[in-house]
């Protein structure tokens, strides 16, 4: 049995692989590919918020890490899919992405609650 505090260490790949998940656009990079092959501006369309430049950079990044491959049959159809360890994460990410739907809106009450009170803390003093 592995000991789980050596995911604390910046050398262990365990703590690695949690910090190319936590990538603010990773995860959804990787669930954007996880039905279908799909270009990059197929990507960039159904991922809002995401500019070209950065899509490019995480696209790159998963790569390197062997989660997404490229492939291109010429210099104008290039097509992203997952590689088989990039499969492995997609069940993991429906488990997060239902969590994110059950429990978001509370979150964010939570959230507006607690800016709220910081308001009302800073208009006493």
Partial sequence: MQNSGHVYLADCPTRLAVEIISDKWAVLVLFGLSQQPRRHGELGELIGGISRKVLTQTLRRLQQYGLVERRADSPRRVEYSLTDLGQT??????????????????????????????VRNVDRG
């Fill in 89 to 118: 994460l997609v069940e993991p990410i429906e488990v997060l992405t239902r969590w994110a739907s059950d429990y978001g809106e509370a979150i964010v009450e939570f959230q507006q609650a607690a800016m709220s009170a910081e």
